[in-house]
């Protein structure tokens, strides 16, 4: 466990180390504009301030929600600033009320664009609620309102309030249906720009989403050989499918794998001892946790830990004194916490090394060096 702790506070020193300035330009409340380096790291808050420096080497400046009137962070994000109207509700499933109505208040707040174009979709999102609007040909800012709570006759069953349908309804056309459109992120970012094209518009901007999922083919060569009593372990191969998802926040540099993987063991060659058993082989399903202080479109490096690993593995089992039977056994363990690794990736091939840390029984390789290919048809 200690050395788990210290991996992690590396990790976050990593985080740390990672997070960067990116070219933007502020618009000032007078209007006027300046370019320079605006620190951004894909927050999951919409953030109401902006850290400033007009190079590398100046020093910071802090710009405030009373400063600025919008920001663009170049190919990262745009932001503006706009008196709404939000609704203030609990939106924590132990906490909503057995209430539909919406508590509305008036705030100036700093709003995130998603799409820009003839109807324009912006996001806001705090400790409090996410909460969505629009503006279209007038130019006027609208909300899109939402909410859930509990039927007042079952604290089971909950209720939607789902009134930004409605106002979705003036922008719907034969390819941006309201009927099925949840408050999300992706669904509305899905209606607005189908709208956007029913309404002829061909110069529609869209946020990136930087949230890529990877399909990997997998191959290593495993090290260690440790000695028990029936058998012994030699070095084996293991082949394997990995899917990876990286998260949308902290610039990507986290993600979440899950993999299925295949080792063949090296077999021992036949001995004289009464009893024996040879380790034949091992099947894998492994969750991991990973981040990338080094993450780039073509160079990226990564640490990871296998949060949940299950195995179970199969032996041969032979007696000789009782006409030499083969029997076929298999064991299985659930471990947390066992494997730690490390890679470097260029565009779709990584190399990677893993390190065994746990103590047990099935884990028979101590350390694994080997190759992924991203395949790129599924990113």
């Known amino acids: 466990m200690k050395l788990i702790l210290?991996?992690?506070?590396?990790l976050l020193s990593m985080n740390a180390f990672s997070q960067n300035f990116k070219p933007a330009e502020i618009t000032l409340e007078n209007n006027s504009k300046i370019s320079g380096l605006v620190f951004y790291n894909a927050p999951y808050h919409t953030?109401?301030?902006?850290?400033?420096?007009?190079?590398?080497?100046?020093?910071?400046?802090?710009?405030?929600?009373?400063?600025?009137?919008?920001?663009?962070?170049?190919?990262?994000?745009?932001f503006v600033k706009t008196d709404v109207e939000i609704s203030r509700h609990d939106e924590a499933q132990?906490?909503?009320?057995?209430?539909?109505?919406?508590?509305?208040?008036?705030?100036n707040l700093i709003l995130?664009?998603?799409?820009?174009?003839?109807?324009?979709?912006?996001?806001?999102?705090?400790?409090?609620?996410?909460?969505?609007?629009?503006?279209?040909?007038?130019?006027?800012?609208?909300?899109?309102?939402?909410?859930?709570?509990y039927h007042p006759d079952s604290e089971s069953i909950i209720v939607k309030n789902n009134e930004f349908r409605t106002d979705l309804k003036n922008l719907a056309c034969k390819d941006a249906s309201v009927n099925y459109v949840k408050y999300s992120d992706s669904e509305l970012i899905k209606f607005f720009k189908k709208a956007?094209?029913?309404a002829g518009d061909t110069y529609q901007t869209i946020k990136k989403d930087y949230t890529k999922n990877y399909l990997k083919v997998v191959a290593a060569k495993n090290f260690g050989k440790e000695k028990y009593d029936i058998?012994?372990?030699?070095?084996?191969?293991?082949?394997g499918l990995e899917f990876e998802r990286n998260m949308p926040f902290v610039n990507n540099s986290f993600s979440i794998a899950f993999a299925a993987n295949y080792t063949i063991f090296d077999r021992d060659e036949e001995?004289?001892?009464?009893?024996?058993?040879?380790?034949?082989?091992?099947?894998?399903?492994?969750?991991?946790?990973?981040?990338y202080p080094l993450?780039?479109?073509?160079?990226?490096?990564?640490?990871?830990?296998?949060?949940?690993?299950?195995?179970m593995s199969n032996y041969v089992t032979r007696t000789f004194y009782s006409g030499n039977p083969i029997v076929k056994e298999n064991a299985s363990q659930l471990l947390t916490l066992n494997n730690i690794e490390a890679g470097f990736r260029y565009k779709d091939f990584e190399i990677f090394g893993l390190l065994n840390i746990s103590q047990n029984y099935l884990q028979r390789n101590s350390a694994s060096i080997g190759l992924k290919y991203n395949l790129p048809f599924v990113k």
């Not at 210290?6 to 590396?10: G, K, M």
């Not at 806001?124 to 609208?142: C, H, I, Q």
């Not at 001995?271 to 990973?290: D, G, P, S, W």
């Not at 993450?295 to 299950?310: C, E, H, I, L, Q």
Request: with cysteine; hydrophobic share 35%; net charge positive.
């Open 6 to 10: 210290q991996i992690f506070t590396l």
């Open 47 to 78: 953030p109401q301030s902006f850290r400033f420096k007009a190079s590398e080497t100046s020093a910071e400046k802090i710009f405030n929600k009373n400063d600025i009137k919008s920001v663009n962070i170049n190919n990262y994000g745009e």
């Open 94 to 107: 132990n906490k909503i009320s057995y209430n539909g109505k919406f508590n509305i208040q008036k705030e």
């Open 112 to 149: 995130e664009i998603l799409v820009k174009g003839t109807n324009t979709l912006y996001k806001f999102v705090d400790e409090k609620n996410t909460a969505f609007f629009y503006s279209a040909n007038d130019g006027l800012m609208k909300s899109l309102f939402y909410k859930e709570y």
């Open 196 to 198: 956007n094209e029913c």
């Open 231 to 239: 058998y012994d372990v030699k070095s084996s191969y293991t082949f």
């Open 271 to 291: 001995k004289t001892e009464i009893h024996y058993a040879n380790l034949a082989n091992q099947f894998e399903v492994a969750l991991m946790l990973r981040f």
């Open 295 to 311: 993450n780039t479109k073509k160079y990226k490096v990564f640490v990871g830990v296998y949060a949940f690993d299950w195995s």
